[in-house]
């Protein structure tokens, strides 16, 4: 956000915009949407309120906003404003990390995730997480190659299962992408190295592009199948809600 003459103010609108879309929130829940430090989501909110741009219920301790700012911006953006409270919903249903993945320079780069509190094992893979698309071919590598194409010449794809790597041949790979149906919806079958499988779904602009992929990765635990299942259902109907910014 420093790449503005004045990070301070926009920050600050910033935080007013999220009132504005998500309504009354707590400092803690200001904090964790906008990924900024909790000393600073404070004094920013201190200055709002002197300024009278926003108030704060004294019995919930929530800030709410007294105006509105609307500027022009695309549906795209819209989007991602709404994703990490969306992407909440879908942590605290399930258990597992939510994490949204956007294109570039060839791979899928985290740009937003959400984890559960107070889990003995998380999930490794941060913010800012490059995945190549040329290696392993798990769940969300699918999406977008079957959606970009497939690098030529063909790359080496292998699977994990566990420790092991399976190696796959130009046909188990072409049987893998035309599996993908129409809702891009992909899971992955086993647990690899670190013991982790996702399920992720594809999220489509009015004119099919595509935007991101929104997956779901959860640790091996005796009701894994049952709540990977749970969270396949989720992205079904979520994907509609993301869809929504796009009609």
Not at 6 to 22: F, H, M, S, W
Not at 41 to 48: D, P
Not at 70 to 86: C, F, K
Not at 148 to 176: A, C
């Amino acid at each position: 956000m420093d790449k503005y003459p004045a990070p301070a103010l926009e920050k600050g609108l910033y935080l007013l915009e999220i009132l504005n879309n998500q309504g009354e929130k707590k400092l803690e829940e200001i904090t964790s949407i906008s990924g900024l430090p909790k000393a600073s989501v404070n004094r920013y909110l201190k200055t709002l309120m002197m300024v009278g741009y926003i108030g704060r219920n004294p019995e919930s301790k929530k800030f709410y906003s007294l105006c509105r700012i609307e500027r022009n911006r695309s549906s795209i953006e819209s989007l991602r404003i709404h994703l990490p409270a969306i992407m909440k919903e879908l942590v605290e249903a399930t258990g597992f990390t939510a994490e949204w993945y956007e294109y570039q320079d060839e791979s899928a780069v985290i740009t937003i995730r959400e984890e559960p509190q107070n889990v003995a094992v998380k999930v490794m893979a941060s913010k800012g997480f490059r995945r190549t698309l040329n290696q392993e071919l798990d769940a969300v590598a699918q999406i977008f190659i079957k959606f970009y194409g497939t690098p030529q010449p063909q790359p080496n794809y292998y699977i994990r299962k566990w420790d092991e790597i399976i190696n796959l041949s130009s046909e188990q790979v072409n049987e893998k992408l035309d599996a993908i149906h129409e809702n891009y919806l992909v899971v992955d079958k086993n647990f690899n190295h670190n013991g982790v499988r996702r399920c992720a779904i594809a999220v489509f602009d009015s004119q099919h592009n595509l935007i991101g992929v929104m997956a779901l990765a959860g640790h091996y635990h005796p009701s894994s199948n049952r709540v990977q299942q749970k969270g396949i259902e989720l992205l079904k109907e979520y994907s509609d809600k993301l869809n929504q910014f796009f009609k």
